[in-house]
């Protein structure tokens, strides 16, 4: 991945991993299940904490609108819901950036490897010479 001035998003976590698997995120996740001490694994679980914290993101600031819409009768309530609606953004917001931050390290770090070539074909041993003299 190289080093971009640009703020990492869930997006591009998904396209470096689908890259360095080289098939779709949705193919990579079954793998994923039936190796679950893996490499891949790990960056399924992240990429799935990433999309739980985004949609929780999208519902709380859903709820927010509803709250604060104009045509909504204000009432002493409300103020409770959305200064819990705002830290609740906050929070989740916090936590995606920061699983976005340890999944793009560790991106950095991992390469393709190439698929390997037919192996190169292997000597027969040569036959070895036993220390006793034969009679």
């Not at 098939?23 to 799935?48: C, N």
């Not at 989740?92 to 190169?120: K, N, W």
């Amino acid at each position: 991945m190289p080093v971009t001035h640009e703020k990492p998003s869930v997006e591009a976590v998904v396209e470096r991993i689908e890259a360095l698997w080289g098939r779709p995120i949705a193919e990579l996740r079954a793998e994923a299940e039936q190796r679950p001490e893996s490499m891949l694994a790990a960056l399924v679980e992240g990429h799935d904490a990433l999309h739980l914290a985004d949609r929780a993101i999208d519902q709380q600031r859903q709820r927010l609108h509803e709250l604060t819409s104009p045509q909504r009768t204000f009432d002493g309530a409300d103020t409770g819901h959305i200064l819990d609606c705002s830290r609740r953004i906050a929070d989740f917001t916090a936590i995606r950036d920061t699983h976005i931050q340890v999944l793009t390290a560790v991106l950095r770090g991992l390469r393709r490897v190439p698929e390997p070539t037919a192996p190169a074909p292997t000597r027969p041993a040569s036959p070895t010479r036993s220390a006793a003299p034969s009679r």
